[in-house]
C-alpha cells in the first residue's frame, strides 16, 4: 500500500483496526474525537464494535468487560478524561488485562483549554502500579505504537498507553501501514476469558485476581518478574550525537520535533546532542549515560509550564549535569526560538 | 413420615427465619446441641407433622435445609 | 425418594459469609435457582458489584466478574457485546446502583443492553457500617444520618424502578420483596421472566427487591423482614413497572 496522509487520530484508530482491535468503547473529547468518529465508520464495516460510551469512566470499565471477555479492546481520551478511566485502568492492571488507551493531550489542569500540551505525563491510578507508555513524535510512529500496543498487551497481560500531544493527534502526516511491526508470535492463549464456564469444560472462573493467586502475592510478582521483564524487552529511545555533545536536548512528541527544528536553527555552531524517549515508562535512564565527557548542561524541552519528564531527567543525570527546563511562555505554546534561546542562553553563560 | 426435612446444621447462623415462617410450627432452635460457632442451629421437632410446604427451605438464607418427598 | 428442595447447582458449596438473616443469601438462591431452571449456568457470566452483594462471586458456580463501585452495568454491557449469545447478569446493592453507578443503570437502560439487573434495595449501605442510602426513607437513622434522613436537607428517597420504567430500552422492570415466603415466591417469578427478556433479546430488565439489613437496622433477622412490610412497601411499591 502507499504511503497516505492522514490525520493523526485517524491513523492511529486505522491502525488499531488492522491490529485487531474488535471493539472501541469511548468518548467525545477534543482534541481526539476524531478517534471514536472514526471507529464509529470503519468497525461496524470491518465486524468490530463501537460503542459511545456515557462517560470516560463507562467508558473505560466497558473496555474492562470486554477485555475479560478476551476482546482486543481500545479506548481513547484526553487528559480530564484520562483522570476518570484511571480507577479502571487500575483494576486492570490489578486483574491482569489486557488494553490499549490512547490519551491526545491537552492544556490542564482539569478542563483546561483545548491547547495541545505535554501535561499528563505522570498520571496514575492509585495503588501503585505501572502501565507500558510510548510517545510517539509523527503521525507514522503514532500508527506503528498503537499497532504494536495491542500484541504487547496481550503479551504482558498489562495495560499499555499511547500518550501523544494534542499536535500529533491533529495534524496531517505522511503513513506507510506496510511499515508496521510484524505481529508478534508466541502470544498466550487466552483460557481465562469470559464465555460462561462451558467455554471452560465446566470449570467457572472468577476474574478478580488471577487464579492461585493472593493480591499481595500477585503485586510483588509484578514489582519483581513482570515489571523488569518490561523493562529489560520494551524500554525505547532514540539518540544521537550524545558522544562529544556540548549540551544535550532532551524531549518527547512534538517537543522532540521542535528540538530538531532548534538544531537546523542553530546550525553548527554548538555540537547539541540529542535524547528522544519513545517509551516513557519504562523510561530510558541508561541512554543518559551515554552522554561525552564534554557535556556541559541538558535541556528539557516540554509543551507545559511546569516541567514533568523533567523529574525522571535530573534522576537519569544523577547530579552529573545541571538539567534546564523549557517549556510554553504564559502567552504562547512551546516554538524552536524558545529551544534555540536557552541553549544559547546557557552557553553563553559558560 | 411423609417429608424428610434435613438441615446442615453447622452453617446455621441461627436466624430463626424458618422458625417464624414454618406453618406447622415444628421448627425450633435446638437447645441441646451447640455447632461449631457455638449456635443452637435449627432443628425440627417431628418430622411426621411437616407438610412439604417448603417456607423453611425457601427463606433459608444460608440454603441449609433439604427437603426429600418419601414415596408411599 | 424425590427432591423437593436443595441448594441450587449453580452455587458452589462455599459457606455465605453474609450475616445471620441477611437477604442476600434468599435472593442469590433465587436467582440461581433460576439460572438452573432455564438451563443456562454454563453460558452466564454474573458481575458483581461492591457492597456486601460483591460477596456474590466467591459463591457462584458461574463465571464472574468483580467489578468497580457502580460500574456493573459498563463492565456488562463490554461482555455482552463481545459475547451477545451469552446470558450477562448484574448483581447490585442501592449504593452501588442508585448512588455511584445511577449514569451506569440509566445508560444501560437507554441503550436497551440485553442484561438482566437483579437490584437489591436495603435502604443502607450495609457494607460499610450503615450509611445513608440514595434510597434510605424519610426519618430513618442511619450512621450518616444520625438525626433520621431530613428529605429538606437530602431530598427523598429515589425509586429506581419507577425512574428506569420510564426508559424505552428497559422491556421488564419489577419490584418485589423477600420478605415472605409468598412474596419470595412472587420474587422468583420475576426473576425468571426478567431473565427470559434477555434470552428473548428484547432488552434491558431488572428486578428491584426489597431486602434486609438486620445488623445496620439493629433488628433480629425477623425483625427486619417485619420492617421491609411496615415501612419499606409502602413507599417502594411492589408490582410491575414494564412488561412485554
Known sequence: ?350 | MKFNVTFNVERCKGCEICVEFCPKKILWLDRNYLNQAGIHPAMITNQEECIGCTNCALMCPDAIISIEKIDA | MSIVYKKPESLNDTPFTFCPGCTHGIILKLVTSVIDELGIGGDTIAVGCVGCGGYMPWFMNLDTIYSLHGRAPANATGIKRMNPDKVVFTYQGDGDLASIGTAEIVHAAHRGEKITTIFVNNTTYGMTGGQMAPTTLAGQRTTTSPYGRDPAHCGNPIRMSELLATIDGAKFIERVSADSPSNVRKARKAIKRAFECQLEGRGFSMVEVLSTCPTNWGKTPVEALERVRTEMIPYFPLGNFKDY
Not at chain 1, 31 to 41: C, G, L, N, T, V
Not at chain 1, 73 to 94: F, H, I, N, Q, R
Not at chain 1, 252 to 263: D, F, I, V
Open chain 1, 1 to 350: 500500500m502507499a504511503k497516505v496522509l492522514m490525520k493523526g487520530n485517524e491513523a492511529i484508530a486505522e491502525a488499531a483496526i488492522r491490529a485487531g482491535c474488535q471493539a472501541f468503547f469511548g468518548y467525545p473529547i477534543t482534541p481526539q474525537s476524531e478517534i471514536p468518529e472514526y471507529f464509529s465508520r470503519e468497525l461496524p464495516k470491518r465486524d468490530g464494535i463501537f460503542l459511545q460510551a456515557e462517560s470516560e469512566i463507562a467508558a473505560m470499565n466497558m473496555v474492562m468487560g470486554a477485555s475479560a471477555s478476551g476482546a482486543r479492546v481500545m479506548t481513547s481520551t484526553s487528559g480530564p478524561g484520562y483522570c476518570l478511566k484511571l480507577e479502571a485502568l487500575a483494576a486492570m492492571t490489578l486483574t491482569r488485562l489486557p488494553a490499549v488507551i490512547v490519551v491526545v493531550m491537552r492544556n490542564g489542569p482539569a478542563f483546561g483549554t483545548m491547547k495541545a500540551a505535554q501535561e499528563d505525563y505522570r498520571m496514575t491510578g492509585n495503588g501503585g502500579y505501572k502501565v507500558l507508555t510510548f510517545a510517539p513524535s509523527t503521525v507514522q510512529e503514532a500508527a506503528e505504537m498503537v499497532f504494536e500496543a495491542f500484541d504487547i498487551a496481550d503479551q504482558y497481560r498489562n495495560p499499555v498507553v499511547v500518550l501523544a500531544d494534542g499536535m500529533i493527534g491533529q495534524m496531517m502526516g505522511p503513513v506507510d501501514f506496510d511499515k508496521v511491526p510484524a505481529k508478534r508470535l508466541e502470544l498466550p492463549e487466552k483460557g481465562w476469558a469470559l464465555h460462561g464456564k462451558n467455554s471452560r469444560g465446566g470449570e467457572p472462573i472468577f476474574h478478580f485476581i488471577p487464579e492461585g493467586r493472593t493480591h499481595y502475592g500477585e503485586k510483588y510478582e509484578a514489582e519483581t518478574v513482570l515489571y523488569p521483564e518490561i523493562i529489560r524487552n520494551e524500554t525505547r529511545v532514540e539518540t544521537k550525537g550524545l558522544d562529544d555533545a556540548d549540551i544535550v536536548l532532551t524531549a518527547y512528541g512534538t517537543a522532540a520535533r521542535m528540538c530538531k527544528a532548534a538544531q537546523e536553527i542553530l546550525g553548527d555552531k554548538i555540537k547539541l546532542g540529542f535524547i528522544r524517549p519513545k517509551t516513557l515508562w519504562p523510561f530510558p535512564y541508561d541512554a543518559y549515560n551515554q552522554i561525552g565527557p564534554g557535556c556541559k548542561a541538558i535541556i528539557c524541552p516540554e509543551i507545559n509550564i511546569i516541567g514533568q519528564m523533567i523529574d525522571d531527567v535530573r534522576i537519569a543525570a544523577e547530579g552529573r549535569w545541571p538539567v534546564y527546563h523549557v517549556g510554553d511562555s504564559a502567552n504562547d505554546f512551546l516554538t524552536p526560538q524558545q529551544i534555540v534561546d536557552k541553549v544559547l542562553e546557557i552557553w553563553e553563560g559558560k
